[in-house]
């Protein structure tokens, strides 16, 4: 019995996961979780819930109601704006605390909530893999262009609870993989408003990335854990 579960189901990548996953032979059980848009099962082995994760109560009753062993988990929430929010800073004179404490909480807290209760589920005596939704500008090697302040620093955050976990992971789950993954610019209400100017192609249907996105995990090994990946696979510095 193979099972995964997605958060973030309701989300522009999350949704083309959610299909994705909910059509993948390789699973006898998909768990699709949101916090506002939930998906229609399209499938009797398709279930869904609810969750916030800013909300702990939430992921514990999900993980009660999942329980059992799982062989994926996958968290595809995560924030760059929302109306209400300064835009993404392009200076530290535009810092605001309390639009940055959100994208902490929802892009590092939050994943890292979801790890706390559901890390346990996975198999001590086969792979399993816990995989995140990050950034490339959340790698700092990477950045040659500032700005994004909160966003990148959230990612960069983020990156380093996927190292963390897969070393605490690695002790008791040798064949466990962790994975912080960057999924391209992908065409979502996330990258919509800065899309514009973008090389022709650069802008990636939310389907292929998830196609990609999966390939991508299902390739990744053990020893592999810890690292951020992009959507074809290639390893970016952290
Ligand atoms: N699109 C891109 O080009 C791109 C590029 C690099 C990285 N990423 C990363 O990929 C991930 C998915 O992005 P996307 O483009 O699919 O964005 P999106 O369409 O805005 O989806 C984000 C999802 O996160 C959910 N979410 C936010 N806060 C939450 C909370 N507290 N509890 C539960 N769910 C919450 C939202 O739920 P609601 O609908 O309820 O608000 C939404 O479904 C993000 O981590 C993003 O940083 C995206």
Redesign the pocket.
């Known amino acids: 019995m193979r099972r995964a579960v997605l ?9 083309a996961l959610g299909q994705a996953l909910a059509a993948d032979p390789v699973y006898d059980e998909v768990w699709l ?5 939930l998906p229609e099962p399209v499938s009797t082995h398709v279930r869904t819930f609810r ?5 702990e109560p939430s992921l514990v009753a999900a993980a009660a109601l999942i329980g059992g062993e799982l062989d994926l988990v996958f ?6 704006h ?1 109306e209400g929010l300064p835009s993404p800073e392009k200076s530290f004179r535009s810092l605001d605390p309390a639009a940055m404490a959100e994208l902490y ?3 590092a807290i ?1 994943p890292a909530m979801i790890a706390k209760h559901f890390m346990p589920l996975l198999p001590r005596s086969r792979r399993a893999v816990f995989a ?6 959340g790698s700092i090697g990477d950045n040659k262009l500032g700005g994004w302040h909160s ?1 990148r620093a959230a ?1 960069a955050a983020l990156n380093m609870l996927t190292q963390n976990f897969a070393i605490e992971l690695g002790r008791s789950h040798p064949q466990a993989v962790v994975a912080a ?11 919509r408003p800065f899309q514009r100017g973008l090389p022709d192609g650069q ?2 249907p ?1 389907d292929t990335t998830a196609a990609s996105l999966l390939g991508t995990l299902a390739q990744l090994t053990p020893d592999q854990s810890g690292g951020l990946y992009a959507w074809d696979g290639t390893r970016l510095p952290w």
């Open positions: 958060f973030g189901a309701g989300g522009g990548i999350g949704a979780g949101a916090r506002s848009a969750f916030d994760s800013d909300d968290i595809a929430t995560g924030l760059l929302r909480r929802v892009n939050g995140v939704l990050s950034a490339r500008v966003y990612k993954l960057h999924p391209g610019t992908v065409d979502t209400p996330l990258s802008v990636q939310v």
